[in-house]
């Protein structure tokens, strides 16, 4: 059952990073091309780390072109990610990840042909209501649910539930520590362009930026868990990786009740509706996984 512990520890490392992040755009380095630079570093270092683990020879062009496509879409995801987290919540983004489940299953449905059983589109539809309530805020008003960050958090699931489609052909030939190294190393090639075009602030003191190469490794750790259990058991250990989401939820609310400058700050019942759409979303995203 060491599956289990592996598909734990991949959770426990996806909501670290997510607060690692949050607290960096709050606390630390305050525009997001800065943020993006830093995370593409802090990602092209652990391809570094992966190579004694990974056979240097050069993928083949048809999985060459896959991985264009899976590092484009990634890299465009994060970059809204990071335009959006200064407008938006821990706790309200965190359940936002969860919504990659019922984009893939439309992205399946639209190009590769898939049909799933008629109640799995009203799951599907049923995560759409989940994103409305965790994105509640103090003046409880239908205009205030989606504001600028949730709309590019959500954006965000779209470009990654592209990357990770693709991801799924590129495991045909890849193993997923070979896919994780060759995209941290693309990452790192592009880095330059993006520095040079954008030209971001990069003078952070090194307590700053120690976060996000510490969010790295750490989401590098829990993606490497993951595909580890799903060696095993796909079905449970994909319900298990979704515990992210209530992980960063209860943190932020504890947080929010002893350093209320730390996360976030909100009174009891935003927490509560907030808590009942996280509640839909992990329904709805366990579903779709066993449906």
């Not at 990071?82 to 938006?88: K, L, Q």
């Not at 259990?229 to 992980?247: D, K, M, Q, R």
């Not at 009891?268 to 449906?291: E, S």
Request: aromatic content about 14%.
């Amino acid at each position: 059952m060491n599956y289990l512990f592996f598909a734990f520890l991949a959770a426990t490392c996806f909501a670290v990073s997510q607060i690692l992040n949050k607290v960096l755009s709050k606390h630390s380095i305050d525009n997001k091309d800065s943020l993006m630079a830093y995370f593409m570093l802090a990602t092209f270092s652990f391809a570094i780390f992966l190579l004694p683990f990974v056979p240097w020879t050069l993928p083949s062009v048809a999985v060459l072109k896959l991985m264009v496509v899976i590092v484009g879409t990634f890299l465009i995801g994060y970059y809204c990610f990071f335009s959006g987290i200064f407008d938006a919540d821990a706790s309200s983004t965190a359940p936002l990840f969860q919504m990659q489940a019922g984009f893939v299953g439309l992205l399946a449905i639209l190009f590769l042909g898939e049909r799933f059983p008629l109640q799995n589109y009203f799951w599907m539809t049923i995560l759409i209501v989940g994103a409305i309530l965790v994105s509640f805020n103090e003046q409880m008003i239908p205009k205030t649910f989606f504001n600028k960050g949730i709309l590019l958090i959500l954006l965000m699931q779209v470009f990654h539930a592209i990357s990770n489609l693709f991801v799924g052909f590129a495991l045909k030939e890849l193993t997923p520590v070979q896919i994780l190294f060759w995209e941290d190393l693309s990452i790192g090639l592009v880095c330059v362009p993006f520095i040079l075009i954008k030209k971001p602030k990069l003078n952070y003191p090194i307590k700053q930026i120690a976060p996000m190469f510490l969010s790295s490794y750490v989401v590098g750790i829990g993606v490497i868990s993951l595909f580890r259990a799903f060696a095993v058991n796909l079905t449970v250990s994909s319900v298990i990786g979704l515990l992210s989401a209530p992980i960063v939820f209860v943190v932020s609310l504890i947080a929010s009740r002893l350093s209320p400058t730390f996360l976030e700050h909100h009174p009891l019942k935003v927490y509560l509706v907030r808590g009942i759409g996280l509640l839909i979303i992990l329904l709805g995203a366990y579903k779709i996984a066993v449906g």
